[in-house]
């Protein structure tokens, strides 16, 4: 089974480490978190990083590093669809280092492997277009 976690704000962060927790450490989904940053800030803070008493590179939370040691996948990206009747997703394009246009889209599709598509009732995995 795939699962993807659309949002790595509070509630987003701590389902994906639950459900990685409890079912990526055994095998049993593959986890996967997307977020349009890089890393996760604690919002009620942010006055604190404005007025400069905290340090935000301090105290924010890299994705990548949290998915790894709680078994989960960490994809930067931001939905820009959503077809339930398909349960796919679609992830604006991510704009390629370097260049001038963005990359293609991407595609998360859901559930278990099967003929060419994956279906399921949960929305899940990763795949590039």
């Known amino acids: 089974m795939r699962i993807v976690v659309v949002g790595g704000g509070a509630g987003g962060l701590e389902l994906?480490?639950?459900l990685g927790r409890k079912l990526g450490r055994r095998k049993r989904a593959e986890?996967?978190?997307v977020d349009r940053n890089q890393t996760h800030t604690?919002?009620?803070l942010l006055h604190e990083v404005a007025t400069g008493s905290l340090?935000?590179?301090l105290d924010e939370l890299s994705y990548r590093a949290h998915a790894h040691n709680h078994h989960f996948r960490f994809v930067l990206g931001q939905?820009?669809?959503l077809d339930r009747q398909q349960k796919v997703i679609t992830l604006a394009p991510q704009p390629t280092p370097g260049?001038?246009?963005?990359?293609?889209p991407a595609h998360c599709?859901?559930?278990r492997r099967g003929g060419g598509?994956?279906?399921?009732?949960?929305?899940a995995g990763y795949r590039r277009a």
Not at 99 to 104: D, K
Not at 117 to 123: I, K, P, S, T
């Open 16 to 18: 994906a480490t639950r």
């Open 31 to 33: 986890i996967t978190l």
């Open 42 to 44: 604690w919002k009620p």
């Open 55 to 57: 340090d935000s590179g």
């Open 79 to 81: 939905m820009q669809k």
């Open 99 to 104: 260049a001038r246009t963005g990359g293609a």
């Open 109 to 111: 599709h859901c559930g």
């Open 117 to 123: 598509r994956e279906r399921a009732g949960l929305f």
